[in-house]
C-alpha cells in the first residue's frame, strides 16, 4: 500500500507535468480517521491557499478564514495530514 502522501504527491506531479497551467487545485483523501490534504496553485497566493485551524478539539480546514481563530496557511505545493 502506498503512502498516502506519496501517492497524493505523484498524483500532483502527474497532472502539473499534463497540464498548460494549473491556476488552483486542492486535493483531499481520507484514509481511516486521517484527512491528507494538497494544496496547490499557479499564483494569487491570497486568492488559493488553503488555510486550518487545529485546537479546541476541532480541525478546520478551508478557502475563506472566519471566526477568531488561530489560522495556519497552507504553502503551495504543501501535503499536510490531520
Known amino acids: 500500500r502506498m503512502?498516502?502522501?506519496?501517492a497524493m504527491r505523484?498524483?500532483?506531479k502527474l497532472i502539473l507535468r499534463n497540464s498548460e497551467?494549473?491556476?488552483g487545485m486542492n486535493?483531499?483523501?481520507i484514509i481511516d480517521q486521517n484527512?491528507?490534504?494538497l494544496n496547490q496553485y499557479a499564483?494569487?497566493?491570497e486568492y488559493y491557499s488553503l488555510y486550518y485551524y487545529v485546537g479546541e478539539g476541532m480541525?478546520?480546514?478551508c478557502s475563506e478564514r472566519f471566526g477568531d481563530y488561530d489560522w495556519k496557511r497552507f504553502e503551495k505545493g504543501e501535503i499536510?495530514?490531520?
Not at 503512502?3 to 506519496?6: A, V
Open 43 to 45: 499564483a494569487h497566493e
Open 80 to 82: 499536510r495530514s490531520f
Open 59 to 61: 480541525t478546520i480546514i
Open 35 to 37: 484527512i491528507y490534504v
Open 3 to 6: 503512502d498516502p502522501r506519496q
Open 21 to 23: 497551467k494549473i491556476e
Open 10 to 12: 505523484t498524483v500532483d
Open 27 to 29: 486535493i483531499g483523501l
